[in-house]
């Protein structure tokens, strides 16, 4: 495994509550800086769906009609790879040069929830998506998830993490639906990974997780880092082990602060939580999240600067709790 920290370290799931431009994505990324965030991502305004689609818009692969993208099977099936340009991630790249920062974190949305998006056939239900056609998932978004790995290490982006929170709902507790394999899913991940053989390497699944699908993430050999929320779940709590961390040599990334809730977490929960983690996982408990990205505290009737200021200081919250605890818990 790729070694990781000799303290906790914090980081950010990738979304803000501001309106998309360039000038909020450097605004945002400077004051993850300025509150201490160790690890930040290049920030996110736009949905981190289309961001990821639109190079294959631009490529005539899908047909944004109705709030919806559409294409055809043979036409993925037959396509040639689009050219990847993702506005932020060059941004942040260039950006970055000007701090002091040893690893930036690329947020790449992932292949179940991509294939999610794209309608193959008319209907409203998950079946008339490309999700629902695993010869797709395993091979075009295989392929695309791919480029933009290869694209972000280019860029020098170091922590490469895929989110992808489908996978919540095609992984339940008994079943995997649409005939995927747990085979299947551990290879499609490896092959992803491949590109960032030299980075550290994590997803993101947020929601509350089966037995089932930890099981499987834990599995893929080329991952190092686990990233899901515990704050607004904490059920997840139980389906995690310190044996399992250790027998696949996996890193738990826990969200401490929710991302969908106004109201900011006293410290002493904060921390607290964090404590029992730690408590609970030992040395195997790193780079402290939120649940998730902060979009959704951009609600109705509420500015986008005041939610914006509740992410801040969230994230302060999160960098003050991991500092108490590189002082004073020592991870067994």
């Known amino acids: 495994m790729i070694p990781m920290f000799e303290r906790?370290?914090?980081?950010?799931?990738?979304?803000?509550?501001?309106k998309h431009s360039r000038e909020n994505i450097v605004r945002?990324?400077?004051?993850?800086?300025?509150?201490?965030?160790d690890i930040p991502p290049f920030p996110q305004m736009r949905s981190f769906i289309e961001m990821y689609l639109k190079p294959l818009e631009n490529a005539g692969l899908i047909k944004a009609i109705d709030q919806r993208?559409?294409?055809?099977?043979?036409?993925?099936?037959?396509?040639?790879m689009a050219e990847i340009e993702i506005e932020e991630a060059t941004i942040i790249s260039k950006e970055a040069e000007k701090?002091?920062?040893?690893?930036?974190?690329?947020?790449?949305?992932?292949?179940?929830?991509?294939?999610?998006?794209?309608?193959?056939?008319?209907?409203?239900?998950?079946?008339?998506?490309?999700?629902?056609?695993?010869?797709?998932?395993?091979?075009?978004?295989?392929?695309?998830?791919?480029?933009?790995?290869?694209?972000?290490?280019?860029l020098n982006y170091k922590f490469i993490v895929i989110d992808d929170p489908m996978l919540a709902n095609v992984i339940g507790k008994r079943i995997i639906l649409y005939g995927y394999s747990e085979e299947e899913i551990i290879d499609l991940y490896n092959e992803i990974f491949k590109e960032a053989a030299d980075r550290i390497t994590g997803i993101h699944v947020c929601g509350r997780l089966s037995p089932k699908l930890v099981n499987i993430l834990a599995q893929i050999s080329r991952l190092n880092v686990l990233n899901h929320e515990f704050k607004d779940s904490p059920e997840n709590m139980a389906v995690f082990s310190k044996g399992l961390l250790e027998k696949y040599d996996k890193i738990l990334?826990?969200?401490?602060?929710?991302?969908r809730?106004?109201?900011?977490?006293?410290?002493?929960?904060?921390?607290?939580?964090?404590?029992?983690?730690i408590s609970k996982f030992g040395d195997r408990v790193?780079?402290?999240?939120?649940?998730?990205?902060?979009?959704a505290l951009k609600m109705p009737n509420i500015s986008y600067e005041k939610a914006y200021n509740v992410a801040i200081r969230k994230l302060k919250l999160i960098v003050e709790a991991v500092s108490k605890a590189n002082k004073e818990l020592t991870p067994v």
Do not use: W
């Open 28 to 37: 945002s990324f400077r004051d993850m800086i300025d509150v201490g965030i």
């Open 253 to 259: 990334s826990p969200g401490i602060v929710s991302s």
């Open 99 to 154: 701090f002091d920062i040893q690893i930036l974190r690329a947020p790449i949305t992932g292949p179940f929830t991509l294939a999610l998006s794209i309608y193959l056939t008319k209907g409203e239900s998950l079946s008339a998506t490309a999700l629902a056609r695993k010869n797709i998932v395993l091979t075009f978004f295989k392929e695309y998830v791919k480029s933009i790995v290869k694209k972000m290490v280019s």
């Open 69 to 80: 993208y559409l294409t055809s099977e043979k036409a993925l099936l037959n396509a040639k």
């Open 286 to 295: 790193n780079i402290v999240t939120a649940d998730c990205g902060f979009k």
């Open 8 to 18: 906790i370290v914090s980081s950010h799931v990738g979304s803000f509550p501001l």
């Open 261 to 277: 809730n106004l109201e900011i977490e006293s410290f002493e929960e904060t921390y607290g939580l964090l404590r029992n983690l």
